[in-house]
């Protein structure tokens, strides 16, 4: 199983980027995948996260600007990031739950990619 994310790249302030990511391999099924970034200096921290189902969590700093959504057949997830801001520099990582075999699930992470917000 592999995830690849891409998307990133560098944008003025208040400027926009839509991050892509995409579980290959062979599996069962992805469960939640989700968005979780590493600004210099940080630990890493969630973004935002999205079931099989629909259901959706954002951190709070990006709520109202970042949008995730799914596509369940490509087993693929977008970051919509609008009104993008300095301290939303980081490394984005992709992570997905995925279900190998029946009794086998395993995390997954992508290998990041570079957002850099300038002011």
């Known amino acids: 199983v592999q995830l690849q994310a891409s998307g990133g790249g560098l944008v003025q302030a208040g400027g926009s980027l839509r991050l892509s990511c995409a579980a290959t391999?062979?599996?069962?099924?992805?469960?939640?995948m989700g968005w979780y970034r590493r600004a210099p200096g940080k630990e890493r921290e969630l973004v935002a996260t999205?079931?099989?189902?629909?259901?959706?969590d954002y951190a709070d700093s990006v709520n109202g600007r970042f949008t995730i959504s799914r596509d369940n057949a490509k087993n693929e997830i977008y970051l919509q990031m609008n009104s993008l801001q300095p301290e939303d520099t980081a490394v984005y990582y992709c992570?997905?739950?995925?279900?190998?075999?029946?009794?086998?699930?395993?995390?997954?992470w992508g290998q990041g990619t570079q957002v850099t917000v300038s002011s």
């Open positions: 391999g062979t599996f069962l099924r992805v469960d939640a």
């Open positions: 992570n997905a739950g995925v279900r190998e075999g029946p009794t086998v699930w395993r995390p997954y």
């Open positions: 999205i079931t099989s189902g629909g259901n959706l």
